[in-house]
């Protein structure tokens, strides 16, 4: 399996449902047992095998989101901080980004997903995300 943006994200892109200056947004973890699909997961209620540890909160943690326009290159780049858990006890396969509501996981719009391409444990109590981003780019229109 490998990253990818969720097909719904697009649709709730443009259908003004996602504002990434002003929305909150999480990073959340997985274990093998999620296998993410692009075309049927849309709402976090799909995500399966979140990690549960005493050093892990439920719905994962909040991640800082930073847009940055390059007129010139014709550009927006959409830019996920890096999150750590600094006291990890566990392991993870998958992080999963998504818009959250503050109530049903039914509500909060998947992103993305990362994954890792194997399990990784936690390296000396530390388990970290590197940051991520999604680049827009306004190349051309088709007819």
Same mark, same amino acid.
């Given at each position: 399996?490998?990253?990818?943006? &969720?097909?719904?994200?697009?649709?709730?892109?443009?259908?003004?449902?996602?504002?990434?200056?002003?929305?909150?947004?999480?990073?959340?973890?997985?274990?093998?047992?999620?296998?993410?699909?692009?075309?049927?997961?849309? &709402?976090?209620?799909?995500?399966?095998?979140?990690?549960v540890d005493a050093s892990y909160t439920a719905g994962g943690e909040t991640v800082v989101?930073?847009?940055?326009?390059?007129?010139?290159?014709?550009?927006?780049?959409?830019?996920?901080?890096?999150?750590?858990?600094?006291?990890?006890?566990?392991?993870?396969?998958?992080?999963? &980004? &998504?818009?959250?509501?503050?109530g049903a996981a039914s509500a909060d719009e998947l992103i993305f997903v990362v994954d890792?391409? @194997?399990?990784? @444990?936690?390296?000396?109590?530390?388990?970290?995300?590197?940051?991520?981003?999604?680049?827009?780019?306004?190349?051309?229109?088709?007819?």
């Open positions: 399996m490998s990253s990818f943006i &969720y097909n719904s994200f697009v649709s709730a892109l443009v259908a003004g449902k996602i504002d990434f200056e002003t929305d909150t947004f999480k990073v959340m973890l997985t274990d093998g047992s999620y296998d993410p699909d692009k075309d049927a997961d849309d &709402y976090r209620n799909d995500v399966v095998g979140e990690v989101v930073t847009v940055t326009a390059d007129l010139a290159e014709d550009k927006v780049t959409v830019t996920f901080a890096p999150v750590e858990w600094p006291a990890a006890s566990f392991s993870a396969r998958r992080a999963v &980004y &998504y818009k959250a509501r503050g890792f391409d @194997a399990t990784v @444990a936690a390296a000396g109590g530390e388990f970290t995300v590197q940051q991520s981003s999604i680049v827009l780019t306004n190349n051309q229109v088709g007819a």
